[in-house]
């Protein structure tokens, strides 16, 4: 039974750090393209990266572009989105999602990915 479980959710100053982390399982990772999602209370769920089966291509919103970087490694059956120059308005729950490479068409549309962790909280404040 595959199954994504993010970490690395927390409370961070503004300006900080935090890096998040999506390990997988009962997939092979190797087939599925990963992106990263966050909804804050009140709004709709966003895409924020999302990256090919094999890592070699990446996009990112443009709230996020130059701040966060995410990168993934097969091997370990492991997805990260490191995220700097944290802003409140950062604060989200933030879910990494899959979708089969076939599928996948560089767009990191949450209404395309079809399997879903469960979330972890980000607060960015003071």
């Known amino acids: 039974q595959w199954q994504l479980v993010e970490s690395g959710g927390g409370l961070a100053q503004p300006g900080g750090s935090l890096r998040l982390s999506c390990a997988a399982s009962?997939?092979?990772?190797?087939?599925?393209?990963i992106g990263w999602f966050r909804q804050a209370p009140g709004k709709e769920r966003e895409g924020v990266s999302c990256?090919?089966?094999?890592?070699?291509?990446?996009n990112y919103a443009d709230s996020v572009k130059g701040r966060f970087t995410i990168s993934r490694d097969n091997a370990k059956r492991m997805v990260y989105l490191q995220m700097n120059s944290l802003k409140p308005e950062d604060t989200a729950v933030y879910y990494c999602?899959?979708?089969?490479?076939?599928?996948?068409?560089?767009?990191?549309?949450?209404?395309?990915?079809?399997?879903w962790g469960q979330g972890t909280q980000v607060t960015v404040s003071t």
């Open positions: 009962g997939l092979i990772l190797d087939y599925y393209a």
């Open positions: 999602a899959a979708v089969d490479r076939q599928y996948y068409r560089d767009s990191c549309n949450h209404n395309n990915f079809d399997y």
């Open positions: 990256i090919d089966a094999l890592g070699s291509s990446s």
